[in-house]
């Protein structure tokens, strides 16, 4: 899987990874992907409800070493 660009949100609490994420979206195209690394456990839910607001497809979710690891597709349009 291709990505367009990864953020790493690590040490930050809520609401600023999804703040982050937000912003990196911002900087792509549609159909662009957005690597998000992060360290808090909310950041599961929160990016879950995140994306079944706003239509960008959560395309894979994982834990490794204590990091919650996320891919993001932006939505076209």
């Known amino acids: 899987m291709q990505?367009?660009?990864e953020i790493d949100t690590s040490g930050l609490q809520c609401p600023i990874?999804?703040?982050?994420?937000?912003?990196?979206?911002?900087?792509?195209l549609g159909g662009q992907c957005?690597?998000?690394?992060?360290?808090?456990?909310?950041?599961?839910k929160d990016f879950a409800n995140f994306s079944a607001q706003t239509g960008?497809?959560?395309?894979?979710?994982?834990?490794e070493d204590g990091r919650f690891l996320y891919v993001f597709e932006k939505k076209a349009g």
């Open 3 to 5: 990505v367009d660009l």
């Open 17 to 28: 990874p999804v703040l982050r994420l937000k912003q990196g979206l911002n900087q792509l």
């Open 34 to 44: 957005l690597r998000v690394i992060a360290t808090d456990p909310s950041t599961v």
């Open 56 to 63: 960008h497809r959560l395309l894979s979710s994982s834990q």
